[in-house]
């Protein structure tokens, strides 16, 4: 157990805090929605899908959430501009939890951040993600919209050590602090198992330094496994991700993108047991946690 140096940054969006010390604030857990080739599409690029299926998973997403005390967030994928838009309006009126307007390509998000606009989101929206690769017309309408939470992603090839992204995450930083971004979420990024080591400890050396709220999306690490299931055998997957989950969080990580929402029913409790752990140590240090804490919620 472990005590970040820097003064912790918290941000609250829609509802949900995001960042502290170790053991504080429980993990947010983000599951994806509408992603490539879920079995709910219909036809991705157009937006149609089962509407009682999508509408079971984010109930089951929260129902887990409520259990564990693990906050959730939606991230919500698009194939196309107006996919987008139909996956973020049947979000909004299906849940209350923050959403992450994700997309395939630029101009999907940036429709899905005009939408979000137009219909009066914004404040419970994430932009998913600026990275350093950026669309000239993403930056301009984060910057027109205003909108104050984005994911930066520190996806930059030339810089992929430990101390490449934390080099990249400030400079992504200085950017969002122009375009108006005032609650920046850092993804050290994570796309297979030897970078899910990197993005952990990228995790520790951002917090231990700036004391931003840091995470990532450790789902990457197992979907990219290519022996897995070959090797370990299909019983194997689930553990797995819960695993890379469960990483993540003991790190210090804040908010861990866990990957399809039908991960549920397993990545919760798991993350829940480490926080509920890591809740105890910094109660033993005579400091307070909120009874909704995984601490409480979870014997």
């Known amino acids: 157990m ?53 509408e079971r998973l984010i109930k089951l997403q929260e129902e887990f959430s409520d259990r564990t005390g693990n906050p959730c967030m ?29 997309g395939t390509t630029a101009d999907v998000r940036v429709a899905g951040l005009k939408y979000a606009e137009e219909v009066g989101l914004l404040d419970r929206a994430v932009y998913n993600s600026l990275v350093p690769k950026y669309r000239p017309e993403e930056a301009e309408t984060i910057k027109e919209v205003g909108i104050e939470a984005a994911i930066l992603l520190t996806f930059e090839m030339s810089e992929f050590t430990t101390s490449g992204r934390i080099k990249v995450a400030k400079s992504l930083l200085d950017l969002a602090s122009k375009l108006g971004i005032k609650k920046p979420l850092v993804d050290t990024c994570v796309l297979d198992i030897p970078t899910l080591g990197m993005a952990c400890r990228a995790i520790q050396g951002l917090k231990e330094e700036l004391g931003i709220p840091v995470g ?14 070959s090797k370990m055998g299909n019983q194997a997957v689930k553990p797995a991700l819960a695993s890379a989950s469960a990483m993540a969080a003991a790190v210090g990580g804040d908010f861990v993108l866990y990957g399809p929402i039908e991960a549920a029913p397993y990545v919760f409790p798991v993350v829940a047991m480490v926080d509920a752990a890591m809740g ?16 409480f919620k979870i014997a």
């Not at 450790?218 to 990219?224: E, F, G, I, K, L």
């Open 74 to 102: 939606l991230d919500v994928v698009g194939a196309s501009p107006s996919s987008i838009e139909k996956f973020l309006d049947f979000a909004a009126g299906a849940t209350d939890v923050p959403l992450l307007i994700d």
């Open 280 to 295: 105890y140590y910094y109660v033993e240090n005579k400091k307070m946690l909120d009874r909704s804490h995984p601490l």
């Open 216 to 229: 990532c999306s450790p789902h990457n690490a197992v979907s990219t496994w290519k022996g897995l299931k």
């Open 2 to 54: 472990f005590e970040f140096k820097a003064e912790q940054k918290v941000f609250e969006i829609g509802g949900v805090k995001v960042g502290g010390q170790p053991g504080k604030n429980p993990t947010v857990l983000i599951g994806s929605i509408f992603y490539h080739k879920q079995k709910l599409l219909i036809d991705e690029r157009e937006g149609k899908f089962d509407r009682e299926e999508a």
